[in-house]
Structures are given as C-alpha cells and as structure tokens.
C-alpha cells in the first residue's frame, strides 16, 4: 500500500528563521509530486510540482523553494521566514498528471510564524 | 481572479437530507475534480470527471458537469454527520496537465 507521510507536523518558527518540510512516499515508484499551501479557511494554492528526480517547476514561489532529492522525497524550504509564510501545508502525489488524476494528499504540515 | 468556485461558503443541513455544492469555473478544462477536506486533515478526492462526461456517480455522491455553462454540481444524498467538511471543486489551468486549481470550498455542516 502506497504511503505518504509529512514532517514535521507542526511548528511555530520566527520570523526571519529558516524553515524546511518534508514528505515521502513509499509504495510507488516514480510519482508526480505536489506541495500545496493553505492560509487557514482558506482555498489551496499549488506552489510546486515535479515530475522526476532532480527537476521541480514553480507556480507561485511565495519567497519559497521545493527540491527533489530522490525519487521518494520533495522538500519544501525557505532562508527566511514572514508572517505570511503561517499556514497548512500539504504535500501530494499522483501518477497521472494532476489535473486528470487523482491527487493523494499527506496530512499536512501546520506552520505558525510569529 | 480563480479560475474554478464553489457558490456557496457553507450549507447547513441534518442527517438524512440531500446536499447540492455547485461550482463554476472560468475556463475550457480536461476534468473537474470534488474534493472533501475534514478539519485539519489533507483532502481527499471525491470525484473526477472528465470534459466528455456529464455525469459521474460514487456512491451516495453523483457529480455533473454542464460544460456549456462552465459549471458542476456534487449532490449528497442521505447526508450523515461525518460528510461535515469543506468541498472543493478543482480544475486544471488548460495549459499544464500538472497545475490544479482549486476554489475556495464549500464548508457542509450536516446535524444530527
């Protein structure tokens, strides 16, 4: 069974301070990878996705960055921190492309800047 | 400006009621995609339906799509307390089959 998991859970980090998000997935080879930000009550704002190793497209940066390191892995990470930066963030996959496939979402990392 | 929309920021309604959320979008797309999000956890899809179909069905929930008018309905029926979440209807952006747009949700409270 394919498995997606996040870390941290959850943080409350400083303004200015680095940050970095995790995710794997496990049980399925080669997926597309996606990472979601969400302010609270808020829509979902795709911010990256990739399709392969190495190789990660931007759609709204938000002073943010996103790398694959291997095949399992999409970390999410910034130098510096801003209050605009506090959210819910939701890494994903698929193995279609996402707008024709299913997404299948972690279960989220909260961030609180302050 | 977004490109797909819920039409209602939250629904009330008690246990064994039917629920209709509709969303519009502003574009020509592939596929449509319903999405239920419980609090504090990721969402999970509900229902895609492609461009060439006009309605989709998954068990209590059935899903149409009117591409004429640019818009999508998910109805609920026999709604039970934990269908309480917020929906999303979500569409691709036309030019790149890995950016999905999602609008703002519909929050669905259903009561015993």
């Known amino acids: 069974a394919q498995t997606i998991h996040q870390w941290p859970v959850a943080e409350i980090k400083a303004v200015g301070s680095p940050l970095s998000l995790g995710c794997t997935i496990k049980g399925k080879s080669s997926p597309n990878l996606y990472w979601y930000w969400q302010a609270t009550g808020g829509t979902l704002q795709q911010l990256f996705y990739s399709i392969t190793v190495g190789q990660v497209e931007s759609v709204v940066q938000l002073n943010l960055s996103a790398s694959r390191p291997k095949d399992d892995q999409f970390i999410l990470s910034t130098e510096k921190l801003l209050l605009s930066h506090s959210g819910f963030y939701l890494c994903?996959?698929?193995?279609?492309?996402?707008?024709?496939?299913?997404?299948?979402f972690g279960e989220g990392s909260k961030l609180t800047v302050l | 400006s977004q490109l797909a929309e819920e039409n209602s920021w939250a629904l009330s309604v008690h246990e064994g009621e039917s629920v209709t959320v509709n969303c519009s979008y502003k574009?020509?797309?592939?596929?449509l995609q319903w999405y239920r999000q419980k609090s504090g956890k990721g969402p999970a899809q509900l229902i895609l339906?492609?461009?060439?179909?006009r309605e989709k069905r998954n068990g209590r929930l059935r899903a149409t799509l009117d591409t004429s008018s640019q818009s999508s309905s998910l109805s609920i029926t026999a709604t039970r307390c934990e269908d309480t979440a917020v929906y999303f209807c979500a569409t691709d952006a036309g030019s790149s089959g890995n950016k999905l747009i999602f609008g703002i949700g519909t929050l669905l409270s259903v009561k015993p």
């Open positions: 994903a996959w698929s193995l279609e492309g996402g707008n024709t496939g299913q997404l299948y």
């Open positions: 574009t020509s797309i592939t596929a």
């Open positions: 339906i492609r461009s060439n179909e």
